[in-house]
């Protein structure tokens, strides 16, 4: 006899927890605020699912809705969504009108209907659903979950989610980060102990623990106590204490290992294995050689598997299989439910498959691709694909592979359509196979690149064409050939590579078919937009209307708007508004033929133009739809709709909106590739230097990046430069600027636009320790500083736009960089310039910045005008300009500005300056401080970081004139500031 715990042992103070956390139960009625997030982890076999078990029974009785979804390890086969596929069944059956309403709202969700989703099953909307709206798919569940709530409240249950998808784990990130506007509380559990440092959830962890809401909870291993309590409630009978310590030794605290130690124990002979391992297999021992037969063919599906399949795939006639599940069932071994059974256990099912001998494995997973192939029993591609390969049938799994990709793509997945892609290319490296199998290896390699690219990965979408093309033979069909360097040529230009664009994108064209087809069209296409990235203005004009007549001739619409845009964006060379006009139209024609990319490129290209002439309103909201836009399409991280991020955030960043920045860098809810996240992280990192924080020890972290990503090396180099600055180290400084120099212009051109903004932080850097240096190492930094300024000029006597235009932030720039290097000279008392030429040189930068509205720069600009003014014996002028810095450094939080500030000596003046007007964060911060709590408790409290409580309070004693926090509380309720 089977022995398993019908009781909870051990687990009374979790199982509270949980159901406190989540308003189940007494401490809850379930009935008025959203009730949250709880992530359950835990050691395999630890409890877990017991846990979530009680909490389920719970949930009945107190008048919840449950619904359960499963991720199941399909090895490295993914299907998306898995688990949501299943809670939307159950709600099918138990709500079929609540999701046929949410479906009419939302047509995204019907996708993932459980019978949409096998081979073979209802289709109609293939084409309709190729880009699925990942936006609408995720609201559709979350407005599902709000109006099942409407009934009664709904406990969502998702297990084992160490093996969900990354398109699964996007969107429990998106639960986990929507309030509910009803009852709805979510669990999700995972195996704590198969987080490895590379597994892609560990990460993911870590950023849910941030959102608000969200709460952890940890199983530990059972107690020893706990675990002699549970042998007792399975052998009440009892065990002799040698028996039992062996056990309690043994099983270490995990509940599953106790259950199976002890069932062990109770067999004939009483005995306990010595391998654990092979405890996990003591019951298959003892089952019959038919009920055995059922269990090995189970496990070779994983831990679920369906009726229909073990019928196909286990060779028993239905008497004996039934026979052999009723035995498998009372041994425990497997649990029925809605026509699947289930390991009780997933160590078991593994420990079961691990035991299989290798052409038993062979030939179980063969028996599968037989079920699945004839209808026998009904499964997805990619359950297709894994069971091919591990049968050894590679020809069947080749085809389920690009099937695979193909559904991925179809339903918002681009990381699994890569993933599916690439396993299909693996499979193709033997030439045999391109001869045994008919596949178009020109468009699987494009399909695998196109979606890393749209995965947020185009290097590595570089790589694989270079490494296919190159496999390609001599005498290869010149049109596959050119439609893979047309692909290779189009992400080329996305990206910082030393190779020519333009010759890959020249030779595709040569490689393409004379006569009107579409793959000549793509490559002028193609061609047409990699001239005018390279700055080829008239040759991408002609071939872009050739490309144009060719698409409209052969009624490819989508094509015809990416040819339009480039077009459009050709018109820099006239009037802006030309330009504008000219893109606007181009977007809504992309819109219209549904042309994703073009459209994205469109709202990019925007955004740039008005970014360009410092419009920032306007470029704001056209970044802004090229997110959106992007988002919806599934695909944040695709070229143009990353890009708009990076320019939105750092147009935020410039205007002062530091919260907007740190919400846009935020990417808890998201898994970007390694660059991408790197550029988001360079932008974050400089609002928390601009607030205090060192940053170079990370930022020095990011130079793996440069040579590959020349965004990642204009934002991490200026933070480095920076941070040396402030700590007085101008060799440093210099040093950073030469790198950085030497890395972009080998990547870019030598006379990159962004080397006047390095020369400026470098001179300034520079400045700041002329009062430490002796006159020789003034002199020789003089001359540097020189060579630096000079290096400038350069940049602007070579700059080449079709616009003809230096727009307002590379004039602030330039104008810093001249400043900086009076000061310079200024300080070191080497030919130093006139007092009032300095003077007129930085009220002149001050202009500038003004016109280029960077807030925190022009701060930075008018405290050292203030120091300059202070020195020069102008002390009005000094308070002026130090007010003007001084509130906009107090709004952002910019302590180093207050604190050189405070170093010069500019204090403010008294009455005009209104000091005791808090901010209503300020004024949040002050009521917190005066109940005693800690800058720690504020940081949790508030969802921000210590660091940032304590600027707020820094801020506050020095608006109130406070000495400490004492007498900051007491003067604001005396002032009414505070209740």
């Known amino acids: 006899m ?24 007494p401490s809850g009625d379930g009935t008025t605020e959203p009730v949250g997030v709880v992530l359950l982890s835990g050691d395999a076999g630890v409890g877990k699912t017991r846990l979530l078990v009680e909490l389920r029974d719970l949930a009945f009785v107190e008048g919840w809705q449950v619904f359960a979804g499963h991720c199941l390890d399909f090895g490295d086969s993914a299907l998306p969504y898995l688990p949501f596929s299943e809670v939307l ?18 047509p995204a969700l019907a996708r993932l209907q459980p019978g949409r989703r096998v081979m073979g099953g209802d289709d109609r909307d293939s084409e309709q659903a190729s880009a699925l709206d990942r936006t609408d798919l995720f609201q559709a569940f979350h407005v599902l979950l709000e109006t099942a709530a409407e009934q009664a409240p709904v406990l969502l249950v998702i297990e084992d989610a160490h093996w969900a998808d990354q398109s699964t784990r996007d969107l429990l990130s998106f639960l986990f980060s929507r309030p509910f506007n009803g009852p709805v509380a979510v669990v999700a559990s995972y195996r704590s102990d198969d987080l490895h440092r590379r597994h892609p959830l560990r990460r993911q962890v870590a950023e849910w623990s941030r959102f608000r809401g969200v709460h952890r909870v940890a199983l530990s291993p059972l107690p020893e106590d706990a675990v002699r309590a549970l042998i007792a409630e399975l052998m009440p009978e009892g065990l002799a204490e040698a028996e039992l310590a062996d056990i309690v030794d043994r099983a270490e605290g995990n509940a599953f290992f106790v259950e199976e130690l002890t069932s062990a124990a109770a067999g004939p002979g009483r005995w306990v294995p010595a391998d654990l391992a092979d405890v996990l297999l003591v019951r298959l021992d003892r089952l019959d050689d038919t009920a055995r037969q059922v269990v090995r063919a189970a496990s070779a599906s994983g831990r679920k598997v369906s009726h229909d399949m073990l019928a196909a795939s286990s060779g028993l006639a239905d008497g004996e299989l039934d026979e052999g599940l009723r035995k498998a069932v009372e041994m425990n071994i497997l649990v029925a439910s809605d026509g699947r059974y289930t390991f009780r256990h997933a160590l078991l099912g593994e420990a079961v498959y691990d035991d299989l001998l290798p052409g038993e494995r ?16 009904r499964g997805t591609a990619a359950e297709l694909a894994r069971h091919a390969r591990l049968a050894m049938d590679l020809d069947a799994a080749l085809s389920a592979s690009i099937q695979a990709g193909h559904e991925a793509r179809a339903v918002g997945g681009p990381d699994e359509a890569a993933y599916h892609y690439q396993q299909a290319l693996e499979l193709l490296a033997d030439g045999r196979r391109t001869h045994a199998v008919d596949v178009d290896l020109a468009e699987l390699v494009v399909n695998a690149a196109e979606s890393l690219s749209a995965s947020g990965d185009p290097q590595r979408a570089v790589a694989l064409l270079r490494e296919q093309l190159d496999r390609l033979p001599a005498d290869a069909p010149p049109a596959g050939r050119s439609r893979m360097l047309t692909s290779r040529a189009g992400i080329l230009i996305v990206v910082d590579t030393d190779e020519d664009p333009v010759e890959v994108s020249a030779e595709a ?27 080829r203005y008239d040759e991408a004009q002609a071939v872009g209307m050739e490309a144009l007549a060719l698409c409209e001739r052969l009624n490819l619409s989508r094509l015809a708007s990416e040819a339009i845009t480039t077009l459009s964006g050709l018109k820099k060379a006239g009037p802006k508004e030309g330009l504008r006009s000219a893109l606007v139209d181009a977007v809504s024609r992309a819109e219209e033929a549904d042309a994703v990319q073009a459209e994205l490129r469109g709202r990019f290209l925007l955004g740039r133009s008005f970014e360009d002439w410092a419009e920032f309103d306007e470029a704001e909201r056209w ?57 988001l ?46 700590r007085g180290d101008a060799a440093a400084a210099v040093q950073v600027y030469d790198d950085v120099v030497a890395v972009l212009g080998v990547l870019w051109h030598e006379w990159f636009s962004a080397r006047i903004r390095f020369g400026a932080i470098a001179v300034g850097a520079v400045a700041r320790t002329m009062s430490s240096l002796s006159a020789a190492e003034r002199a020789a930094y003089l001359t540097r500083v020189e060579e630096i300024a000079n290096d400038g000029d350069v940049v602007v006597q070579r700059y ?7 727009g307002p932030e590379g004039r602030a720039w330039k104008k810093r960089l001249d400043a900086e290097t009076l000061r310079v000279r200024w300080l070191a008392g080497i030919d130093a310039p006139p007092q009032d030429v300095l003077v007129d040189a930085w009220r002149e930068t001050v202009v500038c910045f003004q016109e280029f509205d960077n807030v925190h720069e022009l701060a930075e600009v008018r405290t ?40 010069i000596g500019s204090a403010p003046a008294r009455g005009d300056s209104a000091p005791d007007a808090l901010t209503p964060r300020e004024t949040e911060i002050l009521t917190l401080v005066a109940d005693g709590r800690s800058n720690g408790e504020i940081a949790k409290q508030l969802f921000i970081s210590a660091k940032t409580v304590s600027v707020h309070v820094s801020n506050v004693l020095a608006k109130l004139e406070a000495s400490g926090r004492t007498e900051a509380a007491a003067i604001a309720r005396r002032k009414g500031l505070i209740g």
């Open 2 to 25: 089977a022995h398993t715990s019908r009781t909870l042992v051990g687990r009374d103070a979790e199982l509270t927890e949980i159901a406190s956390s989540l308003g189940v139960g």
């Open 89 to 106: 069944g159950r709600l099918a059956a138990d709500l079929p009108d609540v999701v046929d309403r949410v479906a009419a709202q939302y």
């Open 362 to 377: 062979v030939r179980l997973h063969a028996q599968y691709v037989a079920a699945l192939q004839s209808g026998a029993a």
């Open 509 to 535: 064209l040569a490689l393409a078919p004379d006569d009107e087809n579409p793959l000549r069209a793509r490559a002028l296409t193609t061609h047409a937009r990699v001239l005018a990235g390279m700055g």
């Open 623 to 679: 970044f802004r739809s090229a997110i959106e836009r992007g988002a919806a399409a599934g695909l944040p991280f695709a070229p143009y709709a990353f890009e708009s991020r990076v320019q939105l955030t750092w147009i935020r960043m410039v205007r002062g909106g530091w919260d907007d920045v740190l919400s846009l860098t935020d990417l808890r809810q998201e898994s970007p590739p390694p660059i991408p996240r790197a550029i």
């Open 681 to 726: 992280d360079a932008l974050r990192m400089t609002v928390e230097q601009g607030q205090g924080a060192d940053v170079a020890a990370a930022a020095r972290k990011l130079r793996r990046f440069w040579s590959r990503e020349g965004a990642v090396a204009v934002h991490s180099a200026a933070l480095e430069m920076v941070q040396a600055g402030r």
């Open 800 to 806: 080449s736009d079709p616009s003809g235009h230096w």
């Open 864 to 903: 050292t005008l203030a120091g300059i003014l202070r020195a020069t014996g102008d002390a009005a002028g000094a308070r002026e300009q130090g007010d003007l810095a001084r509130e906009v450094a107090r709004r952002l939080g910019a302590q180093p500005l207050l604190d050189e500030l405070r170093t």
